[in-house]
């Protein structure tokens, strides 16, 4: 059973910075997409950022690329999101997902989910 456990959210103002993690108990010799996804209030969940734990090859979606950086350590099991230069639009729970098919950052071919953590920009 895969299990994702988010950290790292909270409240900033914008131009600020937050770092969420996202450590994943995923099998590290087998390649897999794991990805960041938030949900906006009273909007639909969207994809933000993934990685392939084996290539590193990275997605981002438009709003965010310049902006933010995702990464993965696989010795500690662990991506990571390095949210800068945050406007009040990033605003939204933000999920990890893992085992994801299809396109990367399409929310619906993803297997395992955390739990959420919230970021308000301000």
């Known amino acids: 059973h895969v299990q994702l456990v988010e950290s790292g959210g909270g409240s900033v103002q914008a131009g600020g910075s937050l770092r969420l993690s996202c450590e994943a108990s995923i099998d590290p010799n087998s390649s897999h997409c794991v990805g960041w996804f938030r949900q906006p209030p009273g909007k639909e969940r969207e994809g933000v950022a993934v990685i392939t734990t084996g290539s590193g090859t990275t997605y981002y979606t438009d709003s965010v690329k310049g902006r933010f950086t995702i990464s993965r350590d696989n010795a500690k099991n662990t991506v990571y999101l390095q949210m800068d230069s945050l406007k009040p639009e990033d605003t939204g729970m933000y999920y990890c997902?893992?085992?994801?098919?299809?396109?990367?950052?399409?929310?619906?071919?993803?297997?395992?989910w955390g739990q959420g953590t919230q970021v308000t920009v301000s």
């Open positions: 997902a893992a085992a994801g098919s299809g396109p990367p950052l399409h929310a619906a071919g993803y297997q395992y």
